[in-house]
């Protein structure tokens, strides 16, 4: 691309200078992003014939369901067909979602690609986002006011998303989890703290006050609270034995008489438990039981998973019937990841995409395609040397420069063309 240039010839220092190697790998990522988005949703037809489908890209349409209206949302190829001159809020990807377009939430418009819907998916699950607004501050994204960079991420179980700095916890590097829960989530599915000590990625903020977490069915509770600041620990009296209560005593005494940080409370606490023979393991055979003999601290924050921790929840029959009751069944689906769903994008992609050179290399005989190949090294090599005088000099190749470029290489096509001699026999 081409900035300004001074009278020297030189690029102005006013406009920056990308090169092409930094538009294409630019393009290419953008490219990436849309496929792993995009390509596990159909963008020609409705969704709304597969049912609720397990996931699927959503858009919710400001201009025919604004604020103050019933939220709706719309599939792919509805936002394309039917929605394509209209304000737009992207919301990603979201589960168990069937198509609104054109039902009784739409009062003056009727979809294009399929018009004969019911007039409400009642079991469709709606929140702010579709309104545009998210995270517990409900401010739009990006946010014009909003003067601080912070990360957007998703929460797997209320699929919301939340700015990384209203998470009670500082997010990890973004290689470290593949998947977030938020805090309101963690305190309804509070089971997910049994796991939490032994899957987590956790990154607690001591400077942030921690809330006590009611656990169902989990006993009385005693709160630590540190001198230092720190968030409160929560130990479960129901789950610890009457040998084991002297040495907690013991472990808080500790840590009146001796500072300590909120990780080294933690690990100490734990330590207590495991050296109290809290290792039992549950006749029923319920790993749940079993880490949740062991897990008793719990703070007031978001968590952070890495790649397949989902696998390692129980399936037991009464963790099922737990699951269901909360509604999160769908943690024990493999298939309803983000990821699983990325990567079949990607791979529908790949089948569907079809290169433009090989075909017509497939459509010729052996003599064209060898001509074909030795035109394509030759426009290669002197489009590289051509390029290299460039870099060479510093300077920047303009718009101009490309089209003589190739005006050069045709002319010197038809005089290598013009000066063949043909023989006959």
Known sequence: MAGAEDLA???SELEPVVSLVDVLEEDEELENEACAVLGGS???RCSYSQGSVKRQALYACSTCTPEGEEPAGICLACSYECHGSHKLFELYTKRNFRCDCGNNKFKNLECKLFPDKAKVNSGNKYNDNFFGLYCICKRPYPDPEDEVPDEMIQCIVCEDWFH?????????ESGDFQEMVCQGCMKRCSFLWAYAAQLAVMKISPEDDGL???VDGAGDQEVVKHDNGDHPDIILKGDVPEHGKDAVKEVKTEHNNEPCTSSCSESGLQTVFKNQSLKTESPSGCRFQELKAKQFVKKDTATYWPLNWRSKLCTCQ?????YGDLDVLFLTDEYDTVLAYENKGKSDQATERRDPLMDTLNSMN?????EL???YNDLKTELKDYLKRFADEGT????EDIQQFFEEFQSKKRRRVDGMQYYCS
């Open 9 to 11: 010839g030189r690029p």
């Open 42 to 44: 159909d963008s020609e």
């Open 164 to 172: 990384g700095r209203h998470l009670g916890a500082v997010p990890p």
């Open 212 to 214: 006590v977490l009611n």
């Open 318 to 322: 009464g963790c099922m019937k737990m």
């Open 366 to 370: 052996r003599v064209q395609q060898v």
């Open 373 to 375: 190949i030795c035109e």
């Open 396 to 399: 920047v190749v303009k718009r």
